[in-house]
């Protein structure tokens, strides 16, 4: 991903955080225990391959530890890219903020570089 600063602008709600924009979500304890426990094992990783950097361990094993991280940092978009979908989006799209459709879009191109 590049370091672009486009980042992607808050849209009116009218629901759930009655804040006026979409700034937060409410995400189930289910959920956020999924999401957390994912990325918590990513960090793990991470904190694997800077060990074998620190070890010096051969290259081709370094990079095959960095593409399993980069895996499941894309298994985590895709997690939370469609829960996101599911809910966010569609209660917009139900309550006529189709701005969300555009913002979708911004967000996939965004993931998609």
């Known amino acids: 991903m590049d370091n672009n600063n ?3 602008a808050p849209i009116p709600c009218c629901h759930e955080c009655g804040k006026g924009l979409h700034s937060h979500k409410h995400r189930s304890e289910t959920e956020q225990k999924t999401l957390l426990n994912r990325l918590r094992r990513i960090e793990g ?11 010096e ?3 081709p094993d370094i990079l095959t530890q960095v593409a399993a991280v980069n895996c499941a940092l894309n298994s985590f978009n895709k997690e939370l890219l469609a829960e996101h979908i599911r809910t966010c989006v569609a209660e917009d799209i139900r309550i006529g903020n189709d701005e969300t459709i555009d913002e979708l879009v911004r967000l996939t191109q965004k993931l998609m570089r």
């Open 45 to 55: 990783q991470i904190r694997g391959i800077e060990k074998m950097v620190e070890n």
């Open 57 to 59: 361990a051969y290259c």
């Open 6 to 8: 486009e980042d992607i």
